[in-house]
């Protein structure tokens, strides 16, 4: 008997990637590539077969958590890919809503239609403006987008039942014109990295249903835009002396 079957049945047994998969509610791929860019760890048994430790998941799925992780250290302002829905009402979800302010939910619903519409317009303006003086701008722009859709997102997942909702097909997730890989990026390229790879997380965080990966992502894209745009201006401040 394997090392793994022994230990199945232990208090952090071993996971397959379809038993993580249906338990996120994520497509298998989706927990393949968390592995392969090794935000989740695994051993390999067999061949072609991948085994998780549950406490590797819940390691990964606390590390996602915005409520978990600590302050930044220089105090980011919060301003404004589909809302989060809720789920149908049973059991202890009903029974903890029954003692609800019963504006919570109107008004959580509000601020996610709110930090959408911000994003969009952030977007929208970086996708039909071409790098020039106002790039910083703009960047700063999207970013306090993304931190407000962080600041809905996390509101939201605090009221019982409510998911976010899978997107089968989410790229681009955050592909302006002007952000786009390859572009005319000024600024450094391993911020500029760090920035895509955020937006790839991101697209993988939308096809699941767990709000505090799609919130972190989006707070993670949101810090590295204004370090780039902090950077910029500090550029154009010292060229101008």
Not at 83 to 92: I, K, N, S, T, Y
Request: hydrophobic letters at 40%; a positive charge; charged letters at 30%.
């Amino acid at each position: 008997m394997s090392k793994f079957s022994r230990e199945h049945d232990t208090d952090n047994p071993w996971l397959t990637l379809a038993e993580i998969a249906e338990e996120l509610r994520v497509n298998p791929a989706t927990v393949r590539l968390w592995i392969s860019r090794g935000r989740l760890k695994a051993m390999r048994a067999g061949q072609r077969k991948l085994l998780v430790r549950r406490s590797e998941l819940d390691r990964m799925l606390v590390a996602s958590d915005p409520a978990k992780q600590p302050e930044p250290r220089e105090p980011r302002k919060p301003e404004p890919l589909r809302p989060v829905f809720d789920r149908p009402l049973a059991g202890q979800v009903a029974r903890a809503r029954a003692h609800m302010d019963p504006t919570v939910i109107p008004a959580a619903i509000k601020r996610m239609q709110e930090a959408e519409a911000v994003f969009d317009t952030a977007v929208s303006a970086s996708n039909n403006a071409p790098p020039d003086p106002g790039f910083p701008s703009r960047l700063r722009a999207v970013a306090a987008a993304c931190l407000q859709r962080a600041e809905a997102l996390d509101q939201a997942s605090r009221i019982p039942g409510f998911r976010w909702t899978p997107v089968s097909a989410p790229d681009p997730v955050i592909r302006s014109h002007e952000l786009r890989p390859g572009g005319n990026r000024p600024g450094a390229p391993h911020k500029w990295q760090t920035y895509d790879m955020a937006v790839e997380r991101l697209s993988i965080a939308v096809q699941g249903n767990v709000i505090s990966l799609v919130s972190h992502e989006f707070r993670e894209i949101g810090w590295v835009l204004n370090e780039i745009a902090d950077e910029l201006e500090s550029t154009a401040d010292e060229q101008h002396r």
